[in-house]
């Protein structure tokens, strides 16, 4: 029954999105105030809470282990932990884009509830956008994949789902990451909105940026914790690997990265208004097109799952239709949205149009690298991009753009010189060269993590020289959310440059009892042992590991066999300490009773994901600055308001 | 300078980066995307020694080995046509390598003909077939979408 009233609330949003796009269209049409087009708020609200019904729907069945619906025998286990019963409700094809359209009618809704700064127009095109956005997903939800179909059979027993897929940060990371995307989408219905009405303004920048911050923060957080996912999980000892899922999920970064800083500029110096509206396209298009990648498996990848080539066309005709639709609508008014104001190259805004050209320059290497392989295809040639590619090619435009990461926030906004700032520059070059000689004396440092190590104690001291003259206590918060992002990055630049320095690796096979070094640290196999789990046996290695001849620290990877469905797995383990982990991963027995080992120490390597977090912190305070600001000054707006009001009254 | 001209500046620089950033990737594309092989293309098209490449295909029944040095195993990937390529690699298997399923090794041809493998990618869902090997023969890939595919009854 809960079922089937999923199913109907799923219907009735999506006749309440048609009903939003209708208003919205006649608002525009007839002008605010017609009839029908007051409609579009209530109907956006409503629409919300009826996509989050059938979710709910959706989210009980699984909680239940009800095995008459599809998906959950498909997908789900009686002897699952609850925690990836609720989890497998989206770790499959339907669940994930039920809970897309959720979430993005929940947006919708809380546009409505609270956005008062739009002129009611733009407010109704906007929620039309939103409207039509989510009637495709509506669609491909209704007519094609059912999350809630019943099985005219109720089965015996579930599926289960991938052992892989159980794993706490797996849970949880992809629903962060589509939350980013969902917010892209709302930026780009912000985007056409105001390009249906021609009003785009500060006010319009402001409407948007919380949306952008947010998507931002997500993303920032959901690549961070896929990359720590990737490195614990599948026992490689990397955290980047250039898949074309990871691709997926960096290509929307990069262009909210771009936006969320041309936002800025136009929010509060009313300058790139087309570009920021040509990136809100753009920002939502690679959130589209990574969806699409990752579902439809036309691209190899180690990380891809619930793939369904049928389903990726379906997600490649919404990409065409939105995306074609907004660009047509850009060539069309784009004329007619002039530039606002002017500003020197040496200002704040000139940094922040470099900052943005090479956002977009990475952002096209990194498309051009994974869509190749798919391009070459058609020429029946068989490609796969890697490392070799990525990692030069886009360090050559990420490189210059920290080295400018850091100079920019000195400046002021419009104009300003490099004279004024000389004292700074002089530091940050000075840091940069000094970093370069002193890394540079360790043994066989490759260039670019050379240049990442100096660019990343530069940057890191770079982003609290803002700080410099000015009242720590009474900066804004917003300030502060700035400097902490920046210096996350160079945190995370820092982690990332020291792990493929500076990391030791080592291959060992061991017998009960011996030991083997890597990097400072020596490790000894000191037993094996079967040990058993919720849903899986295992054979675990125990070891001492001691750090430069200290106490010894115990540690114990296993070897993980699942029953349902029947799969290995390894569980690697990683023995954290200030400088470094420890990683190590067991394999098989050696015919000889020997057993395999693979250890790596990595120094700093936690840095990378340290950083991740403080970029997201950053973005986090930035959202909270903002919104403080934006409601104080509505509060100061209504009283002076009220004030008029009491004058008029007095006379 | 007026804004219509810095507007225009701003595009025109714009545009080189971009372009600049296309022409740059594609030369590095042309040079560096590391080639995708199959067992039949590798044995009679080799490609240089020590170029890194990928190589893709079943790893044959019966061809594992482990080495006496406990780390490094020794098999064969095999294609249409009976080709055969031998693969070696020193590492940890990944979970779901198995004889008779597909796999896709990276790494380069040492000067004997045997391909070193850096990493190998098996498979890491039920479903999942590297997207690489659907050019296999129709018998081959019927048998491994049946040991690859979990289906409802």
Redesign the interface.
């Known amino acids: 029954m809960i079922a089937e009233l999923g199913h109907a609330a799923l219907w009735m949003a999506a006749a309440l999105a048609v009903l939003q796009l209708g208003a919205g269209a006649l608002g525009i049409r007839v002008g605010e105030g017609a009839g029908i087009a007051v409609l579009s708020r209530p109907a956006a609200i409503l629409q919300g809470a009826l996509a989050a019904f059938a979710f709910g729907a959706l989210l009980w069945v699984f909680a239940i282990t009800d095995l008459s619906v599809k998906l959950v025998a498909a997908n789900s286990h009686s002897m699952k932990p609850m925690v990836f019963k609720l989890s497998g409700a989206w770790g499959n094809h339907e669940g994930s884009m039920l809970l897309w359209v959720t979430v993005m009618a929940l947006a919708g809704a809380l546009i409505a509830a609270v956005e008062r700064r739009l002129p009611e127009r733009t407010m109704q095109a906007t929620l039309a956008a939103q409207g039509f956005v989510a009637l495709g997903f509506y669609a491909f939800l209704l007519l094609s994949s059912n999350p809630l179909e019943r099985l005219p059979i109720p089965a015996a027993e579930g599926q289960g789902l991938n052992p892989l897929l159980q794993d706490i940060g797996l849970a949880f990371h992809p629903p962060t990451l589509y939350f980013g995307y969902v917010g892209l989408s709302v930026a780009f219905s912000f985007a056409v909105g105001a390009m249906l009405t021609r009003s785009v303004t500060p006010d319009f920048a402001r409407a948007m940026r919380p949306w952008v911050l947010g998507a931002w923060v997500l993303l920032t957080l959901g690549i961070t914790a896929g990359s720590y996912w990737a490195y614990y999980e599948l026992g490689w000892g990397g955290w980047w690997f250039w898949d074309p899922v990871e691709n997926a999920s960096l290509m929307p970064w990069l262009a909210a990265t771009a936006l969320l800083h041309s936002v800025s500029v136009l929010a509060s110096r009313d300058a790139l208004r087309v570009w920021t509206i040509m990136l809100g396209v753009i920002a939502f298009s690679m959130s589209m097109l990574g969806t699409f990648l990752v579902r439809s498996g036309v691209l190899t990848s180690v990380h891809a799952f619930a793939v369904d080539p049928e389903r990726g066309s379906f997600i490649l005709a919404l990409l065409a239709i939105y995306i074609g639709g907004a660009l047509l609508l850009f060539a069309l008014r784009a004329n007619s949205i002039s530039e606002g104001e002017r500003f020197s190259v040496a200002s704040r805004e000139g940094a922040l149009v470099f900052n943005n050209v090479m956002l977009s320059a990475i952002l096209a290497v990194v498309l051009l690298g994974t869509l190749y392989p798919l391009l070459t295809e058609a020429f029946d040639v068989r490609v796969s991009v890697g490392p070799p590619y990525f990692n030069p090619v886009s360090a050559i435009f990420a490189l210059p753009m920290l080295a400018v990461m850091a100079v920019g926030p000195l400046l002021r906004w419009r104009r300003d010189s490099f004279g004024r700032i000389s004292k700074e520059l002089a530091l940050i070059a000075a840091l940069i060269v000094a970093g370069l000689i002193f890394f540079a004396l360790f043994e066989g440092v490759a260039i670019l993590p050379l240049m990442g190590l100096a660019l990343a104690i530069a940057l890191g001291v770079a982003s609290f020289l803002p700080l410099r003259g000015r009242n720590i206590r009474r900066l804004p918060i917003s300030v502060w959310g700035m400097i902490v992002a920046h210096f996350g990055i160079a945190v995370a630049l820092f982690g990332m440059a020291s792990e493929s320095a500076f990391s030791n690796e080592k291959l060992a096979a061991l017998e009960v009892g011996q030991s083997t070094q890597v990097g400072p640290w020596e490790v000894k196999l000191d037993s094996i042992a079967p040990v058993a789990g919720p849903n899986w046996t295992a054979i675990e290695g125990r070891m001492l590991a001691s750090y430069k001849g200290g106490a010894p620290a115990e540690i114990a990877p296993q070897s993980r066999n699942f029953w349902a469905p029947p799969q290995q797995t390894t569980e690697s383990v990683l023995l954290t300490r200030w400088n470094g982990q420890l990683y190590a991963v067991m394999g098989s027995e050696a015919d000889d009773g020997r057993w395999q080992l693979r250890l790596w120490w990595k120094p700093f390597v936690t840095l990378i994901w340290y950083g991740g977090m403080l970029m997201a912190l950053g973005g986090v305070l930035a959202i909270i600055g903002r919104v403080r600001r934006d409601l104080k000054r509505r509060s100061i707006r209504r009283k002076i308001d009220g004030r008029r009001a009491d004058m008029e009254d007095l006379r | 300078?007026k804004?219509k001209h810095?507007?225009l500046v701003?595009i025109v620089?714009?545009l080189i980066?971009?372009i600049?950033?296309?022409l740059?990737?594609?030369y590095?594309?042309r040079n560096?995307?590391?080639?995708?092989y199959?067992p039949e293309q590798m044995a009679e098209n080799p490609p240089e020694p020590g170029q890194?490449v990928?190589l893709g295909g079943m790893v044959e029944p019966g061809s594992l080995e482990?080495l006496?040095?406990?780390?490094t195993v020794t098999f064969a990937v095999t294609g249409r046509e009976n080709s055969r390529i031998p693969v070696r690699f020193?590492?940890?298997?990944p979970?779901?390598f198995v004889e008779g399923s597909g796999v896709?090794a990276?790494g380069r041809l040492d000067a004997g003909g045997t391909f070193v493998a850096d990493?190998l990618?098996a498979k890491?869902?039920?479903?999942?077939v590297?997207?690489?090997l659907e050019?296999m023969s129709e018998h081959q890939a019927a048998e491994m979408a049946e040991e690859t595919t979990?289906g409802?009854e």
């Open positions: 300078m804004a810095q507007r701003l620089l714009a980066a971009l600049g950033a296309g740059l990737a594609s590095a594309l560096q995307a590391s080639y995708f199959l890194a990928r482990k006496p040095d406990g780390i020193a590492g940890i298997l979970d779901l896709v990276e990493n990618l890491h869902d039920e479903n999942y590297p997207r690489e050019g979990v409802l």
